[in-house]
């Protein structure tokens, strides 16, 4: 277990983020940069965005959602088009690869869970 592991197991309750309030906060950021220190008052409550601006990391996140908006296939291959294309909150997801996982899971649930009794 490492030192982090600590700061979520004494304060797993998640509120909105302490430092823009807007959104949900999931991780918690040391105050004094020492992860082993966690009193409440060394700790903030914030989002991934926040944290990474605290850190300085903003920039890559950003170039990370510029990459994903520049890719033209998904990671199974299939192309990003209009139709094979659906938008959830801001994210694309294929089409075709939620069509392939609805089959499987209904494959898979299909099955009779006892055998049939025989005549």
């Not at 105050?31 to 220190?37: I, K, R, S």
């Not at 605290?54 to 908006?69: D, E, P, S, V, W």
Request: glycine residues 8%.
């Amino acid at each position: 277990m490492s030192k982090h592991d600590g700061a979520r197991r004494l304060y797993p309750v998640l509120w909105r983020c302490e430092r823009c309030g807007r959104r949900r906060a999931r991780e918690r950021h040391h105050v004094d940069g020492d992860p082993g220190h966690n009193e409440p008052g060394n700790l903030l409550l914030v989002c991934s965005r926040c944290h990474a601006s605290i850190h300085g990391k903003q920039a890559l996140l950003a170039g990370y959602a510029k990459a994903q908006t520049q890719r033209t296939h998904c990671p199974h291959g299939h192309e990003y088009t209009p139709e094979n294309t659906r938008v959830y909150k801001g994210r694309r997801f294929c089409r075709e690869c939620t069509r392939i996982a609805s089959r499987e899971y209904k494959r898979r649930t299909r099955a009779t869970p006892f055998p049939q009794p025989e005549a």
